[in-house]
């Protein structure tokens, strides 16, 4: 208790050193538990966003491209398949479900993605959670349109709003289907997921609207108005689909469908397990996630090493101090052991101080990062492998301190009382 009370006079003594020593602890602290908890939210983010789903199909591509454009909204499909192929498929033995997805227009800059309505039914998302309607109802009409929590609440939609879609996937778009307008039916609870940040229309719709689109812009007079196509609406079938998604009756026959995917004779299809094409995107992800812990890990050095800094300048200031300690019956390795315990004091505060900050940033940004990115974060405490790491960190600030603190040992009452000119 003395040698904490004598700790706490000293390093109030010296508050303004102390204090700015902590902060730099505490911002290099705080930035490591911040990429630590982001790296592992991003990562939960993505693997919430799509459950429940056995397979997913489109054309042949790269597995981790296929899963980013027809789940996270990244990117753009190089060639469909066709519908033809999505019938089969439907219609295999081991299929339970399949939902069909079709991409190509925006609105605003959000994905549109026409489908059919067993998508709110059977896609699942965090622990195999169904999809809710916060308003409304799912399509029903053909021109209706769902909008996901995201797109409703940025361009501050409601139910019953009439809205254009854009031909194409970028933010800006001259090519307008103004001649189909849509009226919003529902709008989707909140997810968290690339969910929230999509339209959705039925596949009849999303065939209707590209009727003489075939070359990338309308033909003159080779369009379907309106009520042609309501007329029409159950004719209506597209020739292609940009991807399915694919729920089996038993989860054991899934790489047999896969096998049977890949190989299959009448066009190039691949069939990609997303739990699996998520562990390829983090191993090509992975280099990056450790240049940001190596980082990380050089600041919180740089911390240390400031504090190291701190205890050594002071140290030549306090060499009376000492002297009047050693005086006064304080043994070296008493006055070793204060400065040792003075920086664990410095580096407790500097880690707790780092923690708090880390929890107040993700709380702050957690809205921000869903509403501009749809990455779901929960502001939480570290888990115990990072508490571990912090631990280690505390260790290192004493070891580091035994350099002062073999310096002071070594100092003398004589060399303590000498008067510096």
């Known amino acids: 208790m003395n040698l904490l009370n004598l700790a706490l006079k000293s390093l109030n003594n010296r508050r303004f050193a102390v ?10 602290i705080g930035l490591l538990v911040l990429v630590e908890q982001l790296r592992q939210d ?17 054309a042949r591509t790269a597995p981790v491209q296929l899963l980013l454009y027809s789940v996270f909204g990244i ?10 192929s999505f019938a089969q498929l ?3 033995p081991e299929v339970d479900w399949a939902v069909p997805m079709s991409l190509g227009d925006s609105h605003r800059g959000y994905r549109v993605i026409g489908t059919s309505a067993a998508f709110f039914d059977r896609y699942r998302y965090g622990d195999r959670e169904a999809l809710e309607l916060a308003q409304g109802r799912p399509f029903d009409e053909l021109f209706e349109v769902v909008l996901g929590h995201r797109v409703a609440r940025q361009l501050d939609y409601s139910l019953g709003d009439r809205i254009t879609l854009a031909h194409g996937g970028g933010n800006v778009s001259l090519q307008r289907h103004d001649d189909h307008p849509f009226e919003v039916a529902g709008i989707l609870a909140p997810t968290g997921t690339p969910v929230d940040r999509q339209l959705y229309i039925s596949l009849a719709a999303h065939h209707a609207i590209h009727i003489g689109w075939e070359t990338g812009m309308l033909r003159p007079g080779a369009g379907l108005d309106a009520e042609a196509a309501r007329a029409e609406a159950d004719a209506l079938q597209p020739d292609s689909l940009t991807a399915v998604l694919l729920g089996l009756k038993s989860r054991t026959a899934v790489f047999n469908l896969q096998r049977g995917v890949n190989n299959y004779r009448p066009e190039a299809l691949t069939g990609i397990m ?41 140290l030549n200031e306090r060499r009376r101090e000492m002297a009047i300690l050693r005086a006064n019956g304080a043994r070296p390795l008493q006055i070793s052991a204060l400065l040792i315990f003075e920086a664990g004091l410095i580096a407790a505060g500097g880690i707790a101080l780092g923690v708090i900050a880390a ?3 993700q709380g702050l940004s957690a809205g921000w990062l869903l509403n501009h990115y749809g ?9 115990a492998a990072l508490w571990a790491v912090l631990g280690a960190i505390w260790l290192a600030g004493l070891l580091i301190a035994l350099i002062p603190a073999m310096m002071a040992y070594r100092r003398t009452l004589a060399d303590g009382m000498q008067v510096h000119n």
Not at 276 to 287: A, D, F, K, P, V
Not at 375 to 383: C, Q, Y
């Open 359 to 361: 929890v107040v940033v």
């Open 75 to 84: 990117g753009t499909a190089t060639n469909n398949m066709s519908y033809e």
């Open 375 to 383: 990455i779901f974060i929960a502001p939480s405490l570290p888990d």
């Open 274 to 314: 997303p739990g699996i094409t998520l562990q390829e995107l983090w191993r090509i992800t992975g280099l990056a996630e450790q240049v940001l812990r190596v980082v990380a890990a050089l600041v919180v050095l740089a911390g240390l090493l400031g504090m190291l800094t701190v205890l050594l300048t002071t």
């Open 19 to 28: 204090v700015l020593t902590i902060c730099t602890i505490a911002l290099s």
């Open 42 to 58: 991003v990562r939960q983010s993505f693997y919430r966003s799509v459950s429940g789903t056995d397979l997913i199909v489109g």
């Open 90 to 92: 439907r219609e295999r």
